[in-house]
């Protein structure tokens, strides 16, 4: 959270407010780092609101989107400066009213039980707009464990590692060996929920013909020759995991790719599994106003936030691979 204290010198306020020539106001504006956003019929608004006392702080761009804010370059990230105008204003209101609604603004009618004390505007500045898109496989293994490489002048990762070459470097694929059996799913993380690369799992390390790989990168989990995601019966469905012959040593049923008794080879994988190379998309966007003028008081740079992940549309915080199968 973060305070800033304005002391305004009124000339002529307006919408319900106004003082006589040189009565001094302060204005304490403690306010959270978060953002929200709303899109008019031709105005994007960025916009943060407190109570006790209600306050709001609010830049309106014309003619702006979320989607075109979310447009990242090649490196990922993105950034505009804003001129602010009487066009992309950047206004501090305060308010008679207790507590504030969640749709203040960006409605078609205005509440009339809202009512604004106090209306301070910047017509000059630039609000700078900074976007950065971070992925991630959310597969339990943390990325500095994928072997990434070093990233190249755009930020982008030519070298990183690709356990199954299906394209996708291994901190992005949700299988990194490519088995049908999600990185998730084969014993990443130990009893306390840690990812320790000593302990993840390594079904076939006491086998005869086992091996110093964990399962995870390990495209015969079990080392009986017969690749994991070969090991399924005649109703494949790309998921070794629900094919269960045999049990364990206490009874338990256990899947064939786990099992090293059971070597079914006779119905080989013709494809991955649709839909789980599943990519997270985290976008950052942060706000800075610069040079602004409320009134009488200026001011060189101003923090106004960081939008609240809420608020980027469901449909781009991930993306899904289909690679060709290999």
């Known amino acids: 959270m973060r305070k800033l204290f304005f002391v305004i010198i009124s000339l002529s306020l307006f919408l319900n407010y106004s003082c006589d020539d040189g009565d001094i106001i302060t204005a304490e504006l403690d306010f ?24 709001s702080l609010s830049l309106r761009i014309n003619g702006g989107s979320i989607a075109t804010i979310l447009e990242v370059g090649d490196d990922n990230t993105r950034e505009e400066t804003i ?6 204003p950047f206004n501090y209101r305060t308010y008679s009213n207790t507590t504030l609604p969640s749709n203040l603004f960006c409605v078609d009618i205005q509440n009339p039980d809202v009512i604004i004390t106090q209306n301070v505007t910047s017509e000059s500045g630039e609000a700078l707009i900074r976007t950065v898109l971070t992925e991630d496989d959310d597969d339990g293994v943390p990325m500095e464990f994928e072997n990434p490489g070093e990233p190249d002048e755009n930020g982008r990762y030519p070298n990183a590692q690709d356990t199954d070459g299906d394209g996708i470097p ?11 059996v999600l990185t998730r799913d084969e014993g990443v993380l ?4 840690v990812f320790i690369l000593e302990q993840a799992l390594n079904t076939d390390k006491d086998e005869p013909d086992g091996d110093d790989i964990p399962d995870y990168l390990d495209a015969d989990d ?25 049990t364990d040593s206490d009874g338990n049923p ?22 789980i190379h599943v990519i997270s998309r985290n976008f950052a966007v942060t706000i800075t106003i610069l040079n ?23 449909g781009v915080k991930s993306r899904t691979e289909n690679p060709d199968f290999i």
């Open 292 to 314: 602004i003028d409320l009134v009488t008081i200026s001011q060189d740079e101003l923090f106004f936030g960081v939008l609240d992940q809420g608020e980027i549309p469901n």
């Open 170 to 180: 291994d901190y992005l694929d949700a299988d990194d060996d490519g088995d049908n």
């Open 222 to 246: 079990d080392g009986d020759g017969v690749k994991t995601r070969d090991e399924e019966n005649e109703f494949q469905n790309q998921n070794p995991r629900d094919d269960e012959t045999g």
């Open 190 to 193: 130990n009893a306390d929920g």
């Open 254 to 275: 256990i899947p064939d790719y786990l099992n090293p008794n059971i070597k079914d080879d006779n119905h080989p994988a013709t494809q991955f599994r649709e839909n």
């Open 83 to 88: 001129t602010i105008n009487t066009t992309n």
């Open 32 to 55: 959270e780092d978060t953002l929200s956003a709303c899109e008019g019929v031709s105005s994007l608004i960025f916009y943060k609101t407190k109570n006790d006392p209600s306050e």
